[in-house]
């Protein structure tokens, strides 16, 4: 599967931004899929993830601020990140795998490109 994400930007403290992944085939449906970020200097850490039950997991610093939300008929997973910070500020990432490991990097084999998000103060 290949992974487009889009969605990123400038934006100042306190409003919101959606990130979109799309994906290529036809098994999207099959696939739980994930956003992860990293910083310049540090390792890729999770965001959240939409398993293909339907259920979500979130990292705790994201909790309660962003929503994975991911449309089958379209083949497109959605990060709503809302409240964004400054510490926001970083390149995000979709990922997908089959019965992943909820925050294991490893257990993704398929990656988007990224997209930047930067939050000003």
């Known amino acids: 599967v290949q992974l487009q994400a889009s969605g990123g930007g400038l934006v100042q403290a306190g409003v919101s931004l959606r990130l979109s992944c799309a994906a290529s085939g036809r098994t999207f449906g099959s696939y739980d899929m994930g956003w992860f970020r990293q910083a310049p200097g540090k390792e890729r850490e999770f965001v959240g993830l939409?398993?293909?039950?339907?259920?979500?997991y979130y990292a705790d610093s994201v909790k309660g601020r962003f929503t994975i939300s991911r449309d089958n008929a379209k083949n497109t997973v959605y990060l709503q990140m809302n409240s964004l910070n400054p510490d926001d500020t970083v390149v995000y990432y979709c990922a997908a795998g089959y019965s992943v490991i909820v925050t294991r990097v490893d257990t993704y084999p398929y990656w988007g490109q990224g997209t930047q998000v930067t939050v000003s103060s």
């Open positions: 939409a398993r293909t039950s339907g259920r979500t």
